[in-house]
């Protein structure tokens, strides 16, 4: 799962604010923080890592024949030509 930078909002006063893919953190000037979580996004984040992997794990597994999606083409099973007539 890839991980995304977080942007700080910039601001020349307090709250100082940073945004993450699945977070806001907000530092105030008495030393008072703030931290909020957005569960969907990581939620998300996390299904669509496993889908991927379970997408990648189906090819590495997929039978070797031609036809098959995700199927390795060797020699041995790549499919002979013929002549067109």
């Given at each position: 799962m890839a991980t995304r930078k977080k942007k700080e909002?910039?601001?020349n006063t307090w709250p100082k604010v940073t945004v993450g893919s699945h977070s806001t953190r907000t530092e105030y000037e008495d030393g008072r923080v703030?931290?909020?979580w957005d569960w969907e996004a990581?939620?998300?984040d996390v299904r669509e890592a496993i889908a991927e992997y379970e997408r990648k794990k189906l090819v590495e597994e997929a039978p070797y024949h031609p036809g098959y999606e995700g199927a390795v083409v060797n020699e041995v099973t790549k499919p002979k030509r013929?002549?067109?007539k």
């Open positions: 909002v910039e601001t703030d931290f909020v990581l939620q998300q013929t002549r067109k």
